[in-house]
């Protein structure tokens, strides 16, 4: 449509395409921040002390944590655990382990605002607006 109206308004298919491709960037964005979220509130459920934790157990939680979460892989997983800075890896016979540390996943937590109760299970998780929001009335 943009390219028929084009011929009367300067640019209009590149203003459209350009509007389009900003905002595939944005939900792209907005995804991964809601799948580290995802991915963080699931460590904070199953890491309990300092060790070695199987990649498709931590997959299989992320997963069931999601709505949808039947797409999700372990190679998608291990991308966000590298992401948050959790490199220290192995390969064993059943596939790949990820050291994980309670402070760091606890860190995560304090970072991306989700409440833990000292057993370390979810209590609630606001986004930042609403924590700016909270501080600043």
């Known amino acids: 449509m943009a390219k ?3 011929q009367s308004i300067n640019g209009l298919s590149d203003k459209m395409k350009s509007l389009a491709v900003e905002k595939n960037k944005e939900i ?3 995804n991964s921040l809601s799948h580290e979220i995802v991915l963080v509130k699931t460590l904070s459920s199953m890491v309990k002390e300092d060790k070695y934790y199987k990649l498709s157990e931590i ?3 992320m997963a069931d944590h999601l709505e949808f979460g039947d797409w999700v ?3 998608y997983v291990g ?3 590298r992401r ?3 490199t220290q890896k192995r390969r064993v ?3 790949y382990e990820y050291f994980l540390k309670v402070s760091e996943v606890k860190e995560w937590c304090k970072r991306l ?3 833990v109760d000292s057993e370390g299970s979810e209590l609630s998780e606001y986004t930042e607006e609403e924590g700016n929001q909270n501080t600043s009335g």
Do not use: H, P, V, Y
Request: proline share 0%; net charge neutral; aromatic share 12%.
């Open 113 to 115: 605002e989700i409440s």
């Open 28 to 30: 792209q964005r907005e």
């Open 59 to 61: 997959k299989k939680e």
């Open 79 to 81: 991308k966000i655990l």
């Open 4 to 6: 028929f109206f084009d």
């Open 93 to 95: 016979a059943t596939g």
């Open 84 to 86: 948050l800075g959790f």
């Open 73 to 75: 892989n372990e190679k």
